[in-house]
């Protein structure tokens, strides 16, 4: 049976207007592209499944699924400080608190009391904040599920991918709505396999890691990562 | 499966200490496959650091193969290990996955050069390594992992697995560092053309503008050498510098992995390392 409150709650936190500051992110599409290795749908598509598949998949939802199901802000701030060990690049650790701290901010400002609990840890602990953690404190106090939860993840993850390209020119609003569509069965398949509760998390995005940690080398760019 | 085929565990126990002004392997326990032969001093800096070629008989992996490795450095010792040659790592029966575990300890003031050489995965190959590095606070070492796939029939038979941990703690703490993959195929499209990867984690107890500095020198000198595709940045807390490389093949992996290691040398000693390879040339590339 549709869900209209829970479709309702997608639509409204997968918002791209939703104002949590990802449109300063392009996770490697930016030095990509510049790097010449990124140019057209198909690189674009290729891009993110690398993203979703290799680290979204393997990391960021086994961190959100940890912070989530935490007990206490303590357990949260265990997966966040998981989460800066496992991110040995600095410019995508940096990415990924300021795109956190900033969508937690907006829940702080909503009145989000695991937000705003959760905040005051932050200011005694500069590794806190990570990406996925935040969206598991968010999308609970927005009383999201877990389900949901996941698919907001990798939703906007997607979307800020596809957006950071248009803006780039890498390609036009007729093909990245076509790489949105390739996207949704990609984010499907993965999440119809639910990853064992003892996984750890890894990562494999060599070239992402690259194209964003030399972003301190560029000499002009639009956006953060 | 092959239940009759049985494990074989094997171990390698190194440790390092410094007397006087030398560093002297006091204890090297190895069993096969490992194989150590002599030591050898070649550095005019440090002067003190021994160099061990890590040796298998076979120089590759097999599924069934369950190797360890215990390395540790007393206070002050100085050390350089690397392996014979770049190793394949042979496919594996379903349901075996061959195990490398290497474990260091590093004391204060010493100083320790883990660079083996890169694994070869075949297709059908599973390997499952890690390495945990327990530092202490003022001790410097640089680490290394790296590898490439092989499809010797072109047929687009790949590995079937890797897994490969390389974490870094202090004194026994949590982990300040982790790099985990587990993978068991490489990415698609414009990237399935990078075949060959590694990844260097530098500590160093220096200033963070220095370690700055270094990153942003390397990943400019790494955009130099043709092929390669790297860039290096700061670890977490700041604890030194992490330096990722992918290539179509290991020969620009291998240029960039030598160019980081002299550039961590020519900072810490002032000059750079003697050679411990042969074949390629990889003084052509510098970090001035």
Known sequence: MFDTEAALALLQYGDSAYPAGGFAFSWGVEGLSADDLLSGQVDLDDLVFEHLAFRWNTMDRILLRRAFIAADLDAIAAADRTAEAATPSAQMRDGSHRAGRALLGVSVRLGGSLAIAYRAMLSADARLGHLPVVQAIVYRDAGIGFEAAQLLSGWTLVTGLVSAAVRLGVIGHIEAQQSLATARHVLEALLAETPDSDVQPSSFTPLIDIAVSRGPSRHVRMFST | ?288
Not at chain 2, 84 to 98: E, F, K, L, T, W
């Open chain 2, 1 to 288: 499966m092959n239940a009759l085929v049985p494990l074989r565990p094997a171990a390698l126990d190194l440790s390092f200490v410094r007397r006087g002004d030398r560093t002297v392997l006091e204890r090297r326990l190895f069993a096969w496959p490992f194989v150590l032969t002599r030591t050898f001093l070649l550095d005019p800096v440090p002067a003190h650091m021994r160099t061990v070629i890590i040796q298998t008989s076979s120089s590759a992996l097999h599924g069934e193969d369950r190797l360890t490795q215990r390395i540790h450095l007393g206070r002050g010792a100085a050390a350089h290990l690397t392996t014979q040659g770049a190793s394949p790592v042979h496919r594996a029966h379903p349901g075996m996955i061959a195990r490398e575990a290497v474990d260091i300890v590093v004391e204060p003031e010493a100083f320790l050069e883990y660079l083996p050489e890169p694994r070869i995965l075949f297709p059908g190959a599973a390997l499952d390594q890690t390495i945990d590095i327990d530092c202490a606070p003022g001790a410097t070492l640089i680490v290394s992992d790296a590898f490439t796939v092989h499809d010797p029939g072109r047929n687009g038979h790949g590995f079937r697995q890797l897994a490969s941990t390389v974490t870094l703690r202090f004194e026994g703490g949590a982990p300040a560092m982790i790099d985990r993959l587990d993978i068991a195929h490489l990415g698609r499209g414009r990237f399935a053309r990078y075949t060959a990867f590694s990844s260097i984690f530098m500590v160093a107890p220096l200033p963070v503008e220095i370690l700055e500095q270094l990153a942003l020198d390397l990943s400019a000198a790494l955009a130099a050498i043709p092929g390669l595709y790297g860039a290096a940045s700061l670890l977490p807390g700041n604890i030194g510098v992490g330096v990722r490389l992918a290539a179509e093949d290991l020969r620009a992996v291998r240029a960039g992995r030598e160019l980081s290691w002299i550039a961590f040398r020519r900072l810490l000693c002032g000059e750079a390392p003697a050679s411990r390879r042969t074949g390629d040339d990889l003084r052509l590339h510098r970090v001035e």
